[in-house]
């Protein structure tokens, strides 16, 4: 039986996770802040995230656009507990990672931009 467009965008996100064994959690979501798919821990509210992500995304947009910066790649915010990094997939939606203290930034870059690539045919 064929997986649904949401259970295909969980599925990749456990990927993500699996592969990368220092993003600790994942989500699509929309530009509107709706959760598309979430691989979140049960302490981590979807809402939240998914405001905040939509919300991140939009500011990154106009600051990018404004100082002329061109289009927006990602946006990440460092705390002295780890990482959250978006990433735009494609117009509609938005892949936020969390990822843990001293990762390694680059691989993770590398596997959420491969990441967007597939879910970017499912959004």
Do not use: C, H, N, W
Not at 53 to 62: H, N, P, Q, V
């Amino acid at each position: 039986m064929a997986k649904s467009r949401t259970e295909q965008m969980i599925s990749r996100l456990r990927d993500l996770q699996s592969g990368t064994a220092d993003i600790e959690a994942s989500a699509v979501v929309s530009v509107d802040g709706l959760i598309m798919a979430s691989s979140l821990p049960a302490d981590v509210e979807e809402d939240r995230v998914s405001a905040m992500s939509a919300a991140m995304i939009s500011l990154g947009e106009r600051i990018a656009s404004e100082l002329s910066r061109g289009i927006l790649d990602q946006v990440y915010i460092r705390g002295d507990a780890g990482y959250v990094i978006l990433m735009s997939v494609g117009e509609e939606a938005v892949l936020t990672a969390m990822a843990r203290s001293g990762a390694k930034l680059g691989l993770i870059f590398l596997d959420m931009k491969r990441a967007v690539e597939d879910l970017s045919q499912l959004v």
